[in-house]
């Protein structure tokens, strides 16, 4: 869908945007996301040259999991798994990151 509107010249790019998705502990099962498997999905959809550039998390004082917990766990070209933070993996497959609740 988000591809289309891409091939139509309706939007130029999409992303994701979450409260806490990206932002727990990978033991939160029902709770976390994989960042590296999302963007899988969209090479899946759309091939490497996807329109999926953006993601958008709460940071602040009070929420600096992007910029500090290794909680994602990201596979480097030879498969080998290491756990980084959300800010790392995004500069790595090169999204931009987007804030939001900057002021409590």
Known sequence: M???LVSENKIRAYGI???SSLR???T???MHL???RVEKLAHKVAGKSHNMKFVQVPVNVMMPEAFVEPWQVMEDSEGVARNKILVGCLSEM???LVTSQPLL
């Open 2 to 4: 988000m591809e289309q």
């Open 17 to 19: 945007a979450t409260y």
């Open 24 to 26: 727990v502990k990978p």
């Open 28 to 30: 939160e099962q029902k």
């Open 34 to 36: 994989n960042i590296q």
């Open 94 to 96: 090169e999204l931009n």
